[in-house]
């Protein structure tokens, strides 16, 4: 099975700050590679799919980018809705595989 | 805009089956992939296995592939998962969600719509 690692494991930020999340995969998984959003309680919600497209209805302020082992999500400007944990996924290979996941928290 | 909605919480006993169902609406029920995650309390994302809710044809992961069963009911729009033998282990949150498609291959596309989430309780 492919391995996701993602970091950091959890971050703190202000309102307005630009955070970075990055994924790495255990062998290239070219551009497949989906990043989600879960607040507590509720379902993972997809924020960008296939490394850099972002789904219909999610803010520009995320974006993500990279191809093969490495990639990154950027939220441009945090907002107080943004703060909960974040995963990559690789669908390149099954089973598709998760990483551990990076917990936004409020500074 | 697509909706998943599962059936309640379960609470099951080691040993016994657990089966959780998946109503699709909104969308064209047999065009896309449902797969069913877990998540058991403080852990990442874990995959168990697809249908095409076309055809019927499943693929399930190899850790669970003896004691995992994905069926649907196309007059009902409606997938289920039914996992047998269950340990202290199962308990988890159990997702359906949809393939959005647009992947590697079959199967293997971004997870657009997700299920509210069932939780399995397996205890003595």
């Known amino acids: 099975d492919i391995q996701m690692t993602q970091s950091p494991s959890s971050l703190s930020a202000s309102v307005g700050d630009r955070v970075a999340i990055t994924c790495r995969a255990s062998?290239?998984?070219?551009?497949?590679l989906n990043w989600y959003q879960q607040k507590p309680g509720e379902a993972p919600k997809l924020l960008i799919y296939?490394?850099?497209s972002l789904q219909s209805g999610v803010p520009s302020r995320f974006s993500g980018r990279g191809s093969g082992t490495d990639f990154t999500l950027t939220i441009s400007s945090l907002q107080p809705e943004d703060f909960a944990t974040y995963y990559c996924q690789q669908t390149h290979n099954t089973p598709p595989t998760f990483g551990q996941g990076t917990k936004v928290e409020i500074k | 805009q697509g909706q998943l909605v599962q059936s309640g919480a379960e609470v099951k006993k080691p040993g016994a089956s657990v089966k959780v169902s998946c109503k699709a609406s909104g969308y064209s029920f047999r065009s896309y992939a449902i797969h069913w995650v877990r998540q058991a309390p403080g852990q990442r994302l874990e995959w168990m296995g697809w249908?095409?809710?076309?055809?019927?044809?499943?693929k399930y992961s190899q850790k669970f592939q003896d004691r995992v069963t994905i069926t649907r009911d196309t007059s009902a729009s409606t997938v289920y998962v039914e996992l047998s033998s269950l340990r202290s282990e199962d308990t988890a949150v159990y997702y359906c969600?949809?393939?959005?498609?647009?992947?590697?291959?079959?199967?293997?596309?971004?997870?657009?719509?997700w299920g509210q989430g069932t939780l399995v309780t397996v205890s003595s």
């Open positions: 062998q290239s998984i070219s551009k497949y």
């Open positions: 969600t949809r393939d959005g498609g647009g992947g590697y291959y079959y199967g293997s596309g971004s997870w657009d719509y």
């Open positions: 249908i095409n809710a076309g055809n019927g044809n499943t």
């Open positions: 296939v490394a850099s």
